[in-house]
């Protein structure tokens, strides 16, 4: 699977838009982009995926590149509660291999 | 949304002895399960792919022999720590996804087990 790199830590201002990167410039064709989050002491939570074009559920959007070597993640009005350590990972086959990830801090 | 369960959520146990982790899938079925390690402030690390009525897959450097998985049916997978060491103390956690034909079928994920060999 393709490598993926994300900042480290971020913070955001609660209420403000959650702007998370990850590059993944070695991504084929047929690798998806997703994003899972996980919360302090719990089990990773699914967010969102996606293959070429922008998506959009309840919790995020996630805009990919046009070459698709970069995405991003967004959260639209971030809360404290959004607090966690947000994965982006690509893939291609049912395995998934987590990085480090970035660690977002909501504040208030 | 698809829930995923572990049982227990937390356990202390004694150097050399064994301990069952269960996991299941509540409201659906689940042919392929998969187990992670996570040790303190580090990423998930994936341990065995375990599909329902075969053997687990275990990913390199992971002993099948040390860490026996079973997924005998749609809804149960377990991972049992046999001969625990305090090396093994780690946050174990499971996920399912609905079918094994799919590669993008997305994984849910169990609220994890703490797991303390003392």
């Known amino acids: 699977d393709a490598k993926t790199t994300q900042p480290p830590s971020m913070d955001c201002a609660e209420g403000r838009a959650a702007n998370l990167p990850c590059n993944h410039s070695?991504?084929?064709?047929?690798?998806?982009v997703y994003w899972y989050r996980q919360i302090h002491s719990q089990g990773p939570q699914y967010i969102i995926h996606?293959?070429?074009n922008n998506e959009t559920n309840e919790m995020a959007s996630l805009i990919i590149t046009e070459d698709r070597k970069s995405s991003t993640l967004i959260l639209p009005h971030a809360t404290l509660r959004d607090t966690a350590v947000y994965y982006c990972?690509?893939?291609?086959?049912?395995?998934?291999?987590f990085g480090a990830g970035t660690i977002l801090r909501v504040k208030s | 949304g698809a829930v995923v369960s572990q049982h227990p959520s937390r356990v202390i146990c004694k150097s050399g002895t064994s301990v069952k982790i269960e996991c299941r899938s509540l409201?659906?079925?689940?042919?392929?399960m998969f187990w992670y390690r996570q040790f303190p402030k580090q990423s998930l690390m994936l341990m065995a792919t375990?599909?329902?009525?075969?053997?687990?897959?275990?990913e390199q450097g992971v002993e099948k022999d040390k860490f026996l998985i079973n997924h005998a049916s749609l809804t149960l997978s377990t991972l049992t720590v046999t001969s625990a060491h305090p090396e093994d103390s780690s946050f174990y956690i499971c996920?399912?996804?609905?079918?094994?034909?799919?590669?993008?079928?997305?994984?849910?994920f169990g609220p994890g087990t703490r797991l303390t060999v003392l």
């Open positions: 375990s599909n329902e009525g075969s053997k687990a897959t275990y």
């Open positions: 996606g293959l070429k």
């Open positions: 990972i690509v893939r291609v086959d049912v395995k998934l291999v």
């Open positions: 996920s399912a996804t609905r079918t094994s034909g799919s590669s993008y079928n997305e994984q849910f």
């Open positions: 070695t991504i084929s064709g047929n690798e998806y």
């Open positions: 409201d659906f079925q689940a042919t392929t």
